[in-house]
């Protein structure tokens, strides 16, 4: 069997696990791997599937015991690509109202040529506003169908090495003293964590995990102090506790305030809640120190891959962080972890019930799987 023939067989079959001979080059497999004739419609299948934690889940902005997340299946030619959108209610959305926007634009979808995906999600963004994590969902669907289509993992296509996938904290929700030090033992392999903050009880907090352990830590306010001296205050205490930096500490709109707390601190800030779009990371590196990309905010694994780059150019931190969602989001942003300085890519293992099996930890470090498109398998 010759190469064209070759490609041509796994193409149509999406043989899970299967890799593209090392001396194939993309350029080599986007031009035999493509179709010729005219692409069949396309079937898109949506389910709201719930995702139940493990323990409950308690920020500055919420408490919860599951997420409802948006599960889409992208079906052609008799390969199938899995995505999901795990919606961001700090952006009022829904698993509900994502569908919807989807079905609003499903026959657009359906007939539309996946490899022209780039053209397609531009349409989708023009006619669909908001939802991002609807989009999310479409965008992984179309990734992991056109690297299936092709033979290759999701981290080839963006030629990257596997082996640089970074290391993931471990997130530790606000809870009672007792809770915080079980999760901190059921965190054990990971040699980083990542603790929640943002209230008055921030050093009751502090005090709860650094009674359980001394592992570096990586802190996440969420919005949740609105006064810039005692930002300062808490910030600077943290450094002394072992905090490597600190997430979004104030509001996204303290815009001022919060470039007036970076000048009084040496602990890098990142911004998440002030990040929304790729046109605003110029503005933010003013008063930010890098960026927290997430599939869910940027709208897909191609928009959080531009996000990537732009901080990167700007000379900015880059960070891949994840909502409470199953392997497949999950997954998807890990193919682009070998891109970014830090990682907190541990949704999926905070819930009870995945439905996915994808990437791996290992002593924190995310081990990529090496299946074609984003590598999933259904558990069994």
């Known amino acids: 069997m010759n190469r064209r023939e070759w490609l041509k067989t796994a193409g149509v079959a999406g043989i899970a696990g299967m890799s593209v001979a090392p001396h194939a080059s993309l350029p080599d497999l986007l031009q035999k791997g493509a179709p010729t004739a005219p692409p069949t419609r396309a079937r898109l299948e949506m389910d709201i599937v719930r995702l139940n934690l ?11 015991e599951f997420r409802d997340t948006l599960h889409l299946r992208y079906v052609r030619d008799g390969v199938t690509g899995y995505g999901e959108g795990a919606p961001i209610v700090r952006y009022k959305e829904d698993a509900a109202g994502g569908r919807e926007a989807l079905n609003g634009i499903r026959e657009m979808l359906e007939t539309a040529d996946p490899w022209h995906f780039e ?82 009880s921030d050093e009751e907090m502090i005090a709860s995990v650094r009674s359980a352990t001394k592992k570096p830590l990586r802190v996440d306010a969420n919005e949740g102090w609105t006064n810039k001296e005692e930002a300062v205050r808490k910030i600077n205490w943290l450094e002394t506790q072992g905090v490597q930096f600190i997430e979004q500490p104030m509001p996204a ?78 997954t998807a942003a890990a193919h682009l972890s ?27 470090k995310l081990i990529l799987p090496t299946g074609p498109g984003v590598g999933l398998k259904l558990q069994s």
Request: charge should be positive; charged fraction near 25%; glycine fraction near 6%.
């Open 54 to 64: 493990k323990h409950t889940w308690t920020t500055t902005m919420s408490s919860s």
């Open 119 to 200: 053209k397609l999600m531009a349409e989708v963004n023009r006619k669909v506003p908001g939802q991002h994590a609807a989009k999310a969902a479409i965008d992984i669907a179309l990734m992991d169908w056109i690297c299936k289509k092709l033979g290759v993992p999701l981290y080839r296509y963006f030629g990257l090495d596997p082996s640089d996938a970074a290391v993931t904290t471990f997130s530790i929700g606000m809870d009672k003293p007792e809770v915080v030090r079980q999760k901190i033992k059921e965190a054990e392999a990971f040699p980083i964590l990542k603790i929640k903050v943002g209230l008055q």
């Open 253 to 330: 709109a303290m815009f001022d305030e919060i470039k007036w707390v970076r000048s009084k601190v040496h602990m890098p800030i990142i911004a998440d809640e002030a990040c929304t779009e790729a046109a605003a990371i110029p503005h933010l590196r003013e008063a930010y120190d890098g960026i927290n990309v997430k599939l869910d905010k940027s709208g897909g694994i191609m928009e959080a891959y531009r996000w990537i780059q732009i901080a990167k150019a700007l000379g900015m931190k880059t960070m891949l962080g994840c909502m409470i969602s199953s392997s497949c989001t999950v």
């Open 338 to 364: 070998p891109l970014v300085d830090y990682a907190d890519l541990d949704g999926n293992l905070l819930i009870a019930n995945d439905p996915f099996v994808g990437v791996r930890v290992e002593k924190g």
